[in-house]
């Protein structure tokens, strides 16, 4: 690595500057600018930056093109929806739909979520145990790769199949909704909602300062070493399962409480939300907003969410094509993502310096730790934008 | 150093903006210091001037297109009538869409924009029942109004909902009255894996049991399924009387050819299903269904007047090979029916035209409806119709006289105890 401790304290000060943008942005402009109604549908594309930042970690720095981050979203969002419907059915008393569609009886397993604490601890771990089982069995094993891309997906695939399934008591297809209250805060009530809005900004923040952390860590250069070159990492002598273990880990709990936080901000979840199509949005935000960065994958999934949402209000018939223009675009000519764009510039300018093939080899090369992954992840992009929207 | 401190001050300063935003935003009301609706109720519908804003919100984008886009033109030619016969309440209407995208989520998000940024006075739409449930929330929190347009599986009466489609008692259970009388003796059922099929086969198992009819099988494919030769093959092997069908969409092009490979035959073993309309005769293929059953409570070929000229009116606006279907014509009377609510309210306020909804009435094409306020469904008369070899489903059967909306099927002895 060739950066000075001066280069380093720069790219600090830059990360710090970045976090308090963000927080003015999101804290003090977005409410004070926004209907109460545009500041909840930026809490959800709040949800899907958080969900993008696990990605950044787990696919931008740690090479895992994880296709299936929908079911660690869906996990962290149906045990958020099982609280929220005990608690409006109230003491011993039973969901809604299961007395409609069900037997009515509530399943064991629903139990434990009638106490806060379980469920929010539930919010955290049962993602996170659930990636570790998977991780351990799937990095173990050396599975990567491609492969590792269509296990996950097939996953999401299986884990909405067992949703619809479950009529009675997952709500199946519906999913479950028409939640009236968060820990005892009435849900309808405006004010209530935009407090939903900060806790989920702030929770951004906070994920976003927890990467900035790994990423100058020790953790986070041998993550990347792992991306880049995972057996010569091995013949230094650290188990690179080990190492993806972490990030995968990581990258599954911030999407359960993303999820965990949706399902207020949005009022449903359902297999629609959790599935194959969602997992694939996720990480075209992602792409889009440029991988390896620390702040481009949050602007990218915001980015295309709000993209979504302008567009399919100004053209309702016709919006799925400009979306779709603008995929092609952004993966034609900025492959690393939007944040590449300075980058870029960074190397025309170089290439204008040197003038010589020689210097525009190298200057690639120069900034591939922090910019780019150098294996396949630019398939899956392109992959992901077929299948997506 | 001076890198370091300046650190060191801008991360306590992300950490009081973090602290301030959170304290500024202060807590609303704990549940049970207002009810849901009146704590928001206050709408900025703007009656002010010469036209009323209201919201059309159907899929125009991914798998329900197909059948909502029908829906949407068929609200649009309600609108333009309205308007050319001078609006409602000396008001012109003026028409926001939206594209709920086959997703529910996409629907609750549409509808809020549609309610508080669009100031909509009522929103028409919605298919699937996951975007009926997605939407309820929406219009109860905010107070607004929602027509629904398409059979369901009934159990649901929102106060803020009002559902122009048939409910189970005016379309699945006349179809079983039908079936009895026919003299058909056991039914097998097959529907897609989600709620509507798997809640009216509970009501038809309950019926059947009452009614001395034994169930041969019941069978799901998922939502999107296309193979059906293992379903088609036990459906033979069980040797019903009839098949009651509650796919939806593509599931039933898969199927009926699979029918017709397999041998079987309406004389044989005829189809009753509650999901098909005109609209989709062209696309499973008129071959594959002809004398097959259907359960609606319109059909394009009823012979009237008013359905005369609703049908001159469709062709004439989008085309003489289009067809009008069942949820078409409950989408297009929907909006009448909303117009004579407000009318006879004379207010477009949502606890107006809640109070005045009761016993509104409307001469559909179908023939009359009346809205029931208890449970904001409307009185519809069922029928039983066939596919014909015109591509056309003519009615067979009728109820005669409207059937009494019964979402919860209260006034039946047998469905005692299916409800909760």
């Given at each position: 690595m060739r950066h000075t401790s001066a280069g380093q304290s720069r790219s600090n000060y830059g990360a710090l500057c970045g976090l308090l943008l963000g927080a003015l942005a999101l804290l003090v402009v977005a409410p004070a600018v926004l209907s109460d109604f545009r500041l909840s549908l930026l809490g959800r594309f709040v949800c899907y930056a958080i969900v993008a930042v696990g990605i950044g970690l787990a696919w931008g720095r740690g090479g895992m093109l994880t296709l299936g981050q929908g079911v660690f979203f869906g996990l962290g969002g149906y045990v958020m929806a099982f609280h929220l419907k005990l608690a409006d059915a109230g003491p011993s008393g039973v969901p809604d739909f299961m007395l409609l569609y069900g037997s009515g009886h509530l399943p064991f397993?629903?139990?434990?979520?009638?106490s806060p604490v379980v469920t929010l601890l539930g919010v955290i771990l049962i993602p996170s145990l659930v990636a570790f089982g998977l991780g351990i069995a799937i990095f173990r094993r050396r599975v990567r790769g491609a492969y590792f891309a269509i296990l996950s997906q097939a996953l999401a695939a299986a884990f909405t199949i067992l949703l619809i399934g479950q009529?009675?008591?997952?709500?199946?297809?519906?999913?479950?909704n028409g939640f009236r209250s968060f820990f005892g805060f009435n849900l309808y009530d405006p004010v209530n909602k935009r407090m939903l809005f900060y806790i989920a900004a702030v929770i951004l923040l906070i994920t976003l300062a927890v990467v900035w952390q790994l990423y100058r860590s020790r953790y986070g250069e041998l993550l990347i070493a792992v991306r880049d070159q995972e057996e010569r990492v091995r013949f230094l002598g650290y188990d690179p399962a080990n190492i993806k273990l972490v990030a995968y880990v990581l990258a599954a709990a911030m999407a359960g409480i993303a999820g965990a936080l949706f399902v207020p901000i949005v009022g449903i979840i359902s297999p629609a939300n959790v599935g194959v199509v969602p997992s694939i949005a996720f990480l075209i935000g992602v792409a889009i907003g440029g991988?390896?960065?620390?702040?481009g994958p949050v602007l990218g999934a915001i980015a295309v969410a709000w993209a979504q949402t302008a567009l399919s209000e100004s053209f309702p018939s016709f919006w799925s094509y400009f979306q779709g223009a603008l995929f092609v675009l952004v993966i034609a000519f900025l492959p690393a993502g939007l944040s590449s764009v300075s980058l870029l510039r960074g190397s025309w300018q170089r290439r204008q310096r040197f003038g010589t093939r020689a210097g525009r080899m190298a200057a690639p090369q120069a900034d591939a730790a922090p910019s780019l992954p150098s294996e396949s992840g630019l398939s899956g992009i392109s992959a992901g934008s077929e299948t997506g929207q | 150093m001076s890198m370091r401190r300046t650190r060191k001050r801008l991360l306590s300063a992300v950490a009081v903006v973090m602290v301030a935003g959170l304290v500024s935003a202060g807590c609303g009301s704990r549940v049970g210091a207002s009810g849901p609706g009146s704590s928001s109720g206050s709408s900025c519908v703007d009656?002010?001037?010469?036209s009323i804003k209201i919201g059309f919100l159907n899929s125009l984008s991914g798998t329900m297109a197909i059948s909502e886009k029908t829906v949407h033109d068929s609200l649009m030619l309600a609108a333009e009538q309205i308007n050319s016969s001078g609006g409602v309440l000396g008001k012109q209407l003026q028409v926001v869409s939206e594209d709920g995208a086959s997703e529910p989520t996409t629907f609750a998000e549409k509808a809020g924009k549609l309610i508080s940024s669009d100031c909509v006075a009522a929103v028409f739409g919605g298919w699937t029942s996951a975007s009926r449930k997605a939407m309820l929330p929406v219009f109860e929190g905010a107070n607004s109004l929602l027509f629904y347009p398409v059979q369901y599986e009934g159990l649901e009466a929102s106060p803020n909902i009002f559902y122009t489609g048939a409910t189970t008692n005016q379309q699945i259970i006349p179809a079983l009255d039908y079936l009895k009388q026919k003299g058909v003796k056991s039914l097998f059922l097959v529907g897609s894996d989600y709620v509507f099929p798997r809640t009216a086969n509970k009501e038809i198992k309950a019926y059947a049991n009452a009614n001395g009819i034994e169930i041969k099988g019941e069978e799901y494919a998922p939502l999107?399924?296309?193979?059906?030769s293992t379903i088609v093959n036990k459906v033979k092997a069980a040797g019903a009387g009839a098949v009651f069908n509650t796919l939806n969409g593509d599931s039933n092009v898969a199927f009926f050819k699979e029918y017709r490979n397999a041998g079987l035959s309406p004389a044989t073993m005829p189809v009753v299903s509650v999901s098909i309309a005109e609209e989709e005769i062209g696309g499973i293929g008129l071959d594959n269904v002809v004398g097959q059953l259907t359960a609606w409570n319109y059909y394009q070929t009823i012979d009237s007047p008013k359905n005369a000229a609703f049908v001159q009116a469709f062709k004439a606006k989008y085309g003489q090979r289009r067809v009008t279907s069942d949820p078409m014509e409950a989408a297009y009377a929907s909006l009448f029916l909303w117009k004579a609510m407000a009318e006879k309210a004379k207010s477009f306020k949502t606890d107006d035209i809640r109070k005045a909804a009761d016993g509104v009435s409307y001469d559909a094409p179908e023939g009359t409806v009346t809205v029931n306020g208890e449970n904001h469904h409307i009185a519809k008369t069922a029928l039983i119709g066939k596919v014909g070899p015109d591509a056309l489903i003519h009615a067979?059967?009728?109820?005669g006289a409207p059937i009494q909306p019964d979402p919860f099927l209260r006034t039946y002895n047998w469905a005692r105890g299916l409800t909760g």
């Open positions: 397993w629903w139990e434990p979520f009638r009529q009675v008591t997952l709500g199946g297809f519906n999913g479950l991988r390896a960065t620390l702040f | 009656t002010s001037g010469n999107g399924y296309t193979d059906f067979e059967w009728s109820s």
